[in-house]
């Protein structure tokens, strides 16, 4: 393929970086030489600049914050941006690299996909073009070696639960839905039922999201049954929940979530809560009817998933085009 550099450019938030970083990586698996050196650029954008459309931005490279990291020639041979302040840094990257740097964009830029080598929204999105690859959800970092190598790591550490196990993806409030109390307490009961009734262990983590009293509801609840609760501290076990998991419960309010538990084959259960949005509605629906995932009812009824691989369809995407550009 011909890939020596990658840059992969966010603003440094996880749901981002992860996205874009996961991506890359998938790449670089392409060459088993280990020749792709990928370079996580964490870019800050000075005022006024940060809040305007990407169609305003005046000569972007210069409007980087004296803390961000550099953007600069030598040009990387491939570019992957993700998040709203990357779309003009990404395309400004392109044009000062005459176009020799290939330029991919997660989601949607909400500016014509033209402007980019290759754009990759959700199809909840509804981006269309020659140059758009669309995704079910959203491309992530899992693996099934990352997770067999996290399993093993924590292993000794959750060996004191059932043998069967389920792990417990829980988010939290955003603009679209809400994590009250009463709706954690109400989860919490379905969850100790379900551990009790199949004799499984919970593995339970939260998000920033899902708020100190709702942790404490979660923890009071989950008291009596085998269950572990990260609290933050050390090493995060999420890779090591998710490949030791049976099967995993997940609440609706992260597509990023849902994406990185169907990706590994194992039966997802969805969590409603209050609230949604058509994007969102679109999109559960989507991973239902393509086999990727269930609602939870607070039940656990066996089945066999459909596996979500859209980073690796991605990359390989980006590899076949990047090798047809290579070749004219």
Same mark, same amino acid.
């Given at each position: 393929?011909?890939?020596?550099?990658?840059?992969?450019?966010?603003?440094?938030?996880?749901?981002?970086?992860?996205?874009?970083?996961?991506?890359?990586?998938?790449?670089?698996?392409?060459?088993?030489?280990?020749?792709?050196?990928?370079?996580?650029? /964490?870019?800050?954008?000075?005022?006024?600049?940060?809040?305007?459309?990407?169609?305003?931005?005046?000569?972007?490279?210069?409007?980087?914050?004296?803390?961000?990291?550099?953007?600069?020639?030598?040009?990387?041979?491939?570019?992957?941006?993700?998040?709203?302040? /990357?779309?003009?840094?990404?395309?400004?990257?392109?044009?000062?690299?005459?176009?020799? /740097?290939?330029?991919?964009?997660?989601?949607?830029?909400?500016?014509?996909?033209?402007?980019?080598?290759?754009?990759?929204?959700?199809?909840?999105?509804?981006?269309?073009?020659?140059?758009?690859?669309? /995704?079910?959800?959203?491309?992530?970092?899992?693996?099934?070696? =990352?997770?067999?190598?996290?399993?093993? =790591?924590?292993?000794?550490?959750?060996?004191?639960?059932?043998?069967?196990?389920?792990?417990?993806?829980?988010?939290?409030?955003?603009?679209?839905?809400?994590? *009250?109390?009463?709706?954690?307490?109400?989860?919490? *009961?379905?969850?100790?039922?379900?551990?009790?009734?199949?004799?499984?262990?919970?593995?339970?983590?939260?998000?920033?999201?899902?708020?100190?009293?709702?942790?404490?509801?979660?923890?009071?609840?989950?008291?009596?049954?085998?269950?572990?609760?990260?609290?933050?501290?050390?090493?995060?076990?999420?890779?090591?929940?998710?490949?030791?998991?049976?099967?995993?419960?997940?609440?609706?309010?992260?597509?990023?979530?849902?994406?990185?538990?169907?990706?590994?084959?194992?039966?997802?259960?969805?969590?409603?809560?209050?609230?949604?949005?058509? =994007?969102?509605?679109?999109?559960?629906?989507?991973?239902?009817?393509?086999?990727?995932?269930?609602?939870?009812?607070? =039940?656990?009824?066996?089945?066999?998933?459909?596996?979500?691989?859209?980073?690796?369809?991605?990359?390989?995407?980006?590899?076949?085009?990047?090798?047809?550009?290579?070749?004219?």
């Amino acid at each position: 393929m011909g890939i020596k550099t990658c840059w992969v450019v966010t603003d440094g938030r996880a749901g981002m970086l992860n996205q874009a970083w996961g991506l890359a990586e998938a790449l670089a698996r392409r060459d088993p030489d280990g020749g792709l050196e990928v370079v996580v650029k /964490t870019v800050k954008v000075r005022k006024p600049w940060h809040w305007l459309p990407a169609a305003l931005w005046i000569n972007p490279l210069a409007r980087l914050a004296s803390e961000s990291d550099t953007l600069k020639a030598p040009w990387p041979d491939l570019v992957i941006g993700c998040g709203r302040i /990357t779309i003009p840094l990404v395309m400004a990257i392109g044009k000062a690299s005459n176009r020799g /740097t290939y330029t991919v964009q997660l989601q949607d830029p909400r500016i014509d996909p033209g402007n980019f080598d290759l754009v990759v929204p959700p199809s909840h999105d509804h981006v269309s073009g020659p140059n758009v690859v669309e /995704t079910t959800g959203a491309v992530h970092r899992v693996t099934a070696e =990352k997770l067999a190598l996290e399993a093993e =790591k924590f292993k000794i550490e959750l060996d004191h639960l059932p043998a069967r196990r389920i792990a417990v993806l829980i988010g939290g409030s955003n603009k679209y839905y809400r994590l *009250t109390p009463d709706i954690t307490r109400q989860l919490a *009961t379905r969850l100790t039922k379900l551990a009790t009734d199949n004799d499984a262990g919970l593995m339970v983590t939260a998000s920033r999201r899902t708020g100190a009293e709702n942790e404490k509801v979660l923890r009071d609840a989950f008291a009596d049954v085998p269950a572990v609760f990260w609290d933050g501290q050390g090493d995060n076990p999420y890779f090591a929940y998710l490949g030791l998991a049976d099967a995993i419960v997940v609440t609706c309010d992260s597509v990023s979530m849902n994406s990185e538990a169907a990706s590994t084959g194992k039966p997802v259960y969805v969590v409603s809560l209050d609230g949604g949005s058509k =994007k969102f509605n679109e999109f559960h629906a989507l991973m239902q009817q393509r086999g990727h995932t269930r609602a939870f009812d607070g =039940k656990m009824p066996d089945w066999t998933p459909v596996r979500l691989d859209d980073t690796e369809r991605v990359a390989n995407e980006i590899h076949r085009r990047m090798s047809a550009r290579q070749r004219i």
